[in-house]
């Protein structure tokens, strides 16, 4: 059965940097490209970010290009996504997800339970 645990949101001031983490397990995580996707009050789910699953090509959304940076470490099942620069308009609930297919708001893949990220001063 697949699992994602996320953890490291927060609550962080415009400028600010976080780092989520997603522990995986209950699948061959070194095997899949992995996803970030975000959800913003009253809107629909967004995509953020790929990684492939070696880890050598990533992607992001233009919103996020250059202030955040996706990761994986395949020895410890586990995908990270580093964000800098934040901006209020980042506020969000962020998952970590497998399986993803455009488009994002037809998408109901496995992901993990959400974390809250909040930019705010």
């Known amino acids: 059965q697949v699992q994602l645990v996320e953890s490291g949101g927060g609550l962080v001031q415009p400028g600010g940097s976080l780092r989520l983490s997603c522990a995986a397990s209950g699948f061959t995580f070194s095997n899949n490209a992995m996803t970030w996707v975000r959800q913003a009050p009253g809107k629909g789910l967004e995509w953020v970010s790929d990684i492939s699953s070696g880890g050598s090509r990533t992607f992001y959304a233009d919103s996020v290009k250059g202030r955040f940076t996706i990761s994986r470490d395949n020895a410890k099942n586990t995908l990270y996504l580093q964000m800098n620069s934040l901006k209020p308009e980042d506020t969000a609930v962020y998952y970590c997800?497998?399986?993803?297919?455009?488009?994002?708001?037809?998408?109901?893949?496995?992901r993990s339970q959400g974390t809250q990220v909040t930019v705010s001063s």
């Open positions: 997800a497998k399986d993803f297919r455009f488009p994002a708001s037809s998408w109901n893949g496995p």
